[in-house]
Nanobody, 122 residues
Framework: QVQVVESGGGLVQAGGSLRLSCAASGSIFSINAMGWYRQAPGKQRELVATIDSGGSTNYADSVKGRFTIPRDNAKNTVYLQMSSLNAEDTAVYFC????????????????WGQGTQVTVSS
């Protein structure tokens, strides 16, 4: 079993910063890409940022220059460092991890966390 748990959400004023954390644990052989998505009320879930095991990153245009996605491979953890937040960033933020499980090294499974709420007040 693999668990993915996000933390760090909350209420922040416009222009402020917030850091989200996402830790994967359990029967993990390795993790390929990890990523952050978000879903605002009444909207579809959208990609925010991803990072692969080598450190290559990809960002949505809406967050480029404001968000970064550092990763700690030793801790199976990815972060989302958010700055210059605005009301449009209000959403539930979800983390995922593409995991190669122990004993099943020819397969990759995507696991999702339960989400963490980020609310930006204007």
């Amino acid at each position: 079993q693999v668990q993915v748990v996000e933390s760090g959400g909350g209420l922040v004023q416009a222009g402020g910063s917030l850091r989200l954390s996402c830790a994967a644990s359990g029967s993990i052989f390795s993790i390929n890409a990890m990523g952050w998505y978000r879903q605002a009320p009444g909207k579809q879930r959208e990609l925010v940022a991803t990072i692969d095991s080598g450190g290559s990153t990809n960002y949505a245009d809406s967050v480029k220059g404001r968000f970064t996605i550092p990763r700690d491979n030793a801790k199976n953890t990815v972060y989302l460092q958010m700055s210059s937040l605005n009301a449009e960033d209000t959403a539930v933020y979800f983390c995922n991890a593409d995991v190669v499980p122990r004993g099943l090294t020819m397969k990759v499974y995507r696991y999702w966390g339960q989400g963490t709420q980020v609310t930006v007040s204007s």
